[in-house]
């Protein structure tokens, strides 16, 4: 039976960071895989997700998920339903990635959410927070991508067809801020990570830290990673706004300096931390598929 949400989504599916819940069939997914979650925990998240954003009141949640004359332990009910989907989302609720508690008032869902139709079984669904050229610019990852495109780029490895030198320059701060600043260093941190940890495919070769930022400092970047042998930069930018950050990447192709790729995340810091997570696998997903034969 579809999710009875009140906002006419009932056949949509609705994905954020790197879940997917099916509202039709009320089913939530992990990247791809089926989670198991009781019915009335399942309506909450359905709940929460329909409306991003948006306060939802402790009064609405009984009204929404119990019956009128319904016996029941209300409050105990709620509590336990947030714990239940704390725990299958892996959220906290001191730092919260999706479901913000509002004292006395309710709840708020804080991550992007994008509605669409339903991954394929067996192919992994987006990271935090977003698809490529995702709509409303929000982060959901590509991890789905990453993992096609790691197969491909597996099998031209055995054929000795591709090796790639890339290097990732230190993202701009657009804002300057000491705090933008920072994130906008950790992000090109764990942009380059997420590349090194990629599939040990010999195809893919992440140039060091020092280097990177050697290219970055000199007068024509483009040339001077072409004097060393390097394929591709990967450089970026970071602009925050109160609690809202957008990232956008760029993939330049060293030989001629042309930009083959390009993409733009955007999504909500309620930890920075996380934040910088998600969208660099979402960035190192992109940049592997892009780069598969």
């Not at 399942?42 to 954003?53: E, M, N, S, W, Y």
């Not at 709840?107 to 977003?130: C, D, H, K, L, Q």
């Not at 490529?132 to 197969?151: D, F």
Request: aromatic content about 6%; hydrophobic content about 40%; some cysteine.
């Amino acid at each position: 039976m579809p999710l009875s949400t009140g906002d006419g989504l009932s056949e949509s599916v609705l994905r954020f960071g790197v879940f997917e819940l099916d509202l039709r069939r009320g089913e939530l997914r992990k990247a791809g895989t089926l989670v198991r979650l009781p019915p009335q925990p399942v309506k909450l998240l359905a709940l929460f997700a329909t409306r991003p954003g948006e306060v939802v009141t402790r009064d609405e949640i009984r009204r929404r998920l119990w019956e009128s004359g319904t016996v029941v332990d209300f409050e105990q009910g709620v509590n336990h339903c947030i714990r239940e989907i704390r725990s299958v989302l892996e959220d906290g609720a001191r730092s919260p990635r999706f479901i913000e508690t509002l004292p006395r008032r309710g709840y708020r869902f804080i991550a992007p959410v994008e509605a669409g139709e339903r991954w394929p079984a067996g192919v992994g669904a987006p990271s935090p927070a977003v698809s490529a050229t995702p709509k409303g610019g929000q982060v959901l990852g590509l991890l789905a991508g990453l993992r096609r495109g790691s197969i491909r780029l597996v099998a031209a490895a055995r054929l000795g067809a591709w090796r790639a030198r890339l290097a990732v320059l230190p993202f701009d701060s657009l804002g300057g801020s000491p705090d933008e600043i920072r994130l906008s260093d950790g992000l090109t941190d764990e942009v380059t990570t997420q590349l090194s940890r990629g599939p040990d495919d010999g195809i893919l070769h992440v140039i060091c830290r020092r280097t990177a930022r050697g290219f970055k400092q000199a007068p024509h970047p483009v040339l001077a990673a072409r004097r060393e042998g390097v394929h591709y930069l990967l450089e970026g930018s970071l602009r925050c706004d109160g609690r809202r950050a957008r990232v956008s990447a760029h993939l330049v192709n060293v030989r001629d300096g042309t930009q083959d790729w390009a993409e733009t995340y955007e999504g909500l810091l309620g930890d920075p931390l996380f934040f910088e997570r998600d969208v660099a696998r979402a960035i190192a997903a992109g940049t592997r598929l892009r780069l598969s034969p």
